[in-house]
């Protein structure tokens, strides 16, 4: 039976990386509805009084750094952390993004629940097979980044580590593709494609993954909350129907007038597809129908290139 949503409605919030394309429909939701503490590195001054004036509290923090933290409240009833970085520096990255969601808990070990984004990225490469939560691991995505997988499998085994250690009820919930009216990696490809740029692609064709759009990710958010135990709930986390990289491009294309270009490169990401099953079980099925949502895409961000 899927799980009931916690409600978040007046609570008390930290959410770590406000700043990213999948955090910005989430910090604009939350901000309507509870107390919101964002904390990042803020190296944008015009990002963190955007926040500001939505009347989200924002904290100057590093992750890597726990003193850095003591200016965020500890008092919250919910962690959330988007935060990731991909330097290359193996050093850094894994300070910030395995070390980081532990020092993060150690500082609210208090709180209701931790909800931890992690990626499908760690997972190793095994063809159009869908990922069961318990596949091998691997490091999919050293080609092109050649600290992310690895450190997003570190910031599992810390998060899980102080979960036990602290007592705190925790998700990991592993991100597939994102995408909304704010962008992501399928506007990247229309961008592409507009400007006769060729698309690589894995040969071992067609390269399948699951279209999680931001209303989605929004609504489970509090299912998510409500999946978390101290024993650490771990979940793919992606939209229920998958589709190829080819199949999304295609689409676009016939919604633009515009052809995809191809280019097989063993160094692409494969295909990623996601076992669905107890994602299904704990929170449902997604509802965004990917066709629709990519749509709504192009018409909020690129509105010319839509045949009439």
Not at 36 to 57: C, Y
Not at 140 to 160: D, G, Q, W
Request: hydrophobic share 40%; glycine share 8%; aromatic share 8%.
């Amino acid at each position: 039976m899927t799980l009931s949503p916690v409600d978040i409605s007046g609570s008390r919030i930290l959410l770590a990386g406000p700043g990213g394309q999948v955090a910005a429909p989430i910090v604009e939701a939350l901000a309507a509805q509870c107390e919101l503490t964002a904390v990042a590195r803020f190296s944008d001054e015009k990002q963190r009084q955007q926040l500001e004036a939505m009347g989200v509290n924002t904290v100057k923090g590093d992750l890597a750094d726990h003193r850095s933290l003591q200016a965020c409240p500890s008092d919250v009833d919910y962690v959330i952390n988007l935060a990731v970085v991909k330097s290359g520096d193996f050093d850094y990255d894994l300070r910030a993004n395995a070390e980081g969601i532990g020092n993060l808990m150690a500082h609210c070990r208090n709180a209701k629940a931790v909800l931890h984004f992690s990626s499908t990225a760690v997972y190793e490469y095994a063809g159009q097979e869908p990922r069961e939560e318990s596949a091998p691991l691997g490091d999919n995505h050293r080609a092109m980044f050649p600290t992310y997988s690895l450190s997003k499998i570190a910031a599992e085994s810390v998060c899980r580590f102080a979960a036990r250690q602290y007592g705190i009820p925790t998700t990991i919930a592993r991100l597939s593709v994102p995408y909304g009216n704010n962008g992501g990696w399928p506007f990247l490809h229309l961008l592409m494609m507009k400007e006769g740029m060729e698309i690589d692609v894995h040969p071992e064709a067609p390269n399948f993954y699951n279209l999680l759009h931001s209303s989605d990710y929004i609504e489970k958010l509090p299912y998510l909350l409500a999946a978390a135990s101290t024993e650490v709930c771990t979940v793919n986390f992606g939209g229920s129907e998958a589709v190829s990289i080819e199949q999304w491009c295609e689409y676009l294309g016939e919604l633009c007038g515009l052809q995809p270009r191809f280019r097989d490169n063993p160094q692409a990401f494969g295909s990623l597809q996601i076992d669905t099953e107890k994602m299904h079980a704990l929170i449902g099925p997604t509802k965004k129908d990917w066709r629709q949502g990519l749509r709504e895409m192009v018409e909020q961000l690129a509105p010319e290139l839509l045949l009439a």
